[in-house]
């Protein structure tokens, strides 16, 4: 009796010593993959496939789809790309630089009807003028984290750190893996044509079996699609709690921007491009609410185009009240076309590497895309011909109260301090 139960015991102790050695390889594996991440840096690492594939590709045509590598289990494949990665990047590298010496289209084919409405600015413009592109970072650099380190300047989320950022609030940082890059895009800051750059340098989006290698040859439709683009909000899903460390890390070593803007121009763009022309989405969602709580409209059309049919229109005046009410906030967050950018690109927790300013777009571009050594690979798209002006201010906020304009500062004075955008003095007083 007594040696069966010693066979059993020995056999039981060998099953646990057998998983036991299971986990703790698992366990070296992956400390092996972050020691390698932290140390060498990710920007060598073409991990691009494996991590952006989009959970749809079938959602938009030619979405890359990982070729012979998608029957690869996933850790599998992470290893082997982690074994090839080098030989691959070296050899793209070398064929992109012959191939694609400033590509690009004469014209673009425009269908969108904001873009037909608003055209585009085909002017020469003389990208290295006179500018000092490297002190203007500087200071722009040193004005934000000044402002970030000042305890007497107050506003929401301030304090936070990077680990108290939702995964939610992170959606807007756009990952190339290959390049070695993170955008923050800012909604009316010439976001779909850095969304569009960030498809070209990522190879994200197939158009016949190719990666496109002219920006403005992505469609509009596909720029904006959430499955083209890589986010650090799609971490979470796809790596658990080893996402924030991958995230942490990519942060340290690869070249962080963003493009911001005059907050009140922008409040007048977004305004101009949603509700000034037909938008189904946004007449349902926003503009239905808004013109029966404050013009006192009731049964309204089901469609947009029959409401602009009868002059049933959102007042500018309409969408501040909308703004400052504070029944917005409590219903859901702002949407991103006007939510604050320090409220989409945490700039007092992500110390970026580049702040580049609607109003100096074109010089902006292309020294960013010198500093990333990507400019013989592309071109970035040109401005609209009648992008918002700053100097139409007055005209848009004469019909506006003084007391709303001067809450509306509060409101967005964090993005005006922060990124050295003056106070709009002439709107703030009598």
């Known amino acids: 009796m007594g040696r069966p139960a010693i066979v059993v015991a020995v056999r039981m102790t060998k099953a646990r010593l057998l998983r036991l050695s299971v986990v703790l390889v698992s ?17 060598h690492f ?43 990047q070296n050899s793209s590298t070398s064929r992109k630089t012959e191939q694609l010496l400033v590509q690009g289209s004469n014209k673009p084919v425009v269908s969108n009807l904001e873009e037909n409405i608003r055209g585009y600015d085909w002017s020469t413009h003389n990208a290295r003028n006179s500018l000092d592109q490297e002190k203007l970072q500087i200071e722009r650099q ?24 939702p995964n939610y609030e992170l959606n807007h940082l756009i990952v190339d893996d290959r390049h070695g890059i993170i955008y923050c895009y800012v909604p009316k800051v010439a976001c779909t044509n850095w969304k569009r750059v960030m498809i070209v340098l990522s190879e994200s989006l197939l158009d016949q079996g190719v990666p496109y290698r002219n920006p403005l040859d992505i469609p509009r439709e596909h720029v904006h699609n959430t499955s083209t683009h890589l986010t650090f909000n799609k971490f979470w899903r796809r790596y658990g709690k080893f996402s924030r460390h991958l995230m942490k890390i990519k942060l ?10 005059d907050p009140f121009v922008r409040l007048i763009s977004a305004f101009r491009s949603k509700f000034e022309l ?23 059309p089901t469609s947009v185009s029959e409401a602009f049919g009868a002059g ?26 006007w939510r604050q950018v320090y409220r989409l690109c945490h700039p007092c927790q992500i110390d970026y590497d580049f702040i580049g300013k609607l109003e ?30 700053s100097s139409w201010e007055d005209d848009w906020f004469a019909k506006i109260p003084l007391a709303w304009r001067q809450q509306l500062y509060k409101l967005y004075e964090a993005d005006f301090v922060l990124f050295g955008y003056p106070k709009p003095e002439n709107l703030l007083k009598d």
């Not at 992956?30 to 932290?38: F, G, P, R, S």
């Not at 979405?63 to 082997?80: K, M, Q, R, T, Y």
């Not at 340290?252 to 803007?261: I, Q």
Request: aromatic share 14%; glycine share 2%.
């Open 252 to 261: 340290k070593k690869y070249t962080k921007f963003l493009f911001v803007r």
């Open 142 to 165: 040193r004005t934000l984290r000044e402002f970030c380190a000042n305890s007497s300047f107050a506003f929401p989320t301030k304090e936070r750190s990077f680990d108290d950022i």
């Open 46 to 88: 073409y991990l691009h496939t494996s991590f952006s594939r989009p959970h749809s590709p079938e959602a938009i045509p030619g979405i890359a789809a990982g070729g012979d590598w998608e029957a690869l289990p996933e850790v599998d494949e992470f290893l082997a790309k982690l074994l090839s990665s080098s030989l691959k």
């Open 278 to 300: 037909e938008n189904e989405e946004f007449y349902r969602r926003f503009a239905v609410p808004m013109l029966k709580l404050y013009s006192n409209h009731t049964n309204l």
């Open 312 to 337: 049933l229109k959102v007042s500018f005046s309409d969408f501040i009240q909308y703004l400052l009410d504070p029944r917005t906030e409590k219903m859901a967050p702002f949407n991103e076309h």
């Open 27 to 43: 366990i070296f594996m992956i400390l092996l993959i972050i020691v390698y991440w932290d140390n060498v840096g990710t920007a």
């Open 360 to 389: 100096t777009l074109d010089e902006d571009a292309a020294y960013l895309l010198q500093l990333l050594k990507v400019d013989r690979l592309l071109r970035f798209p040109p401005s609209y011909r009648n992008r918002t002006a």
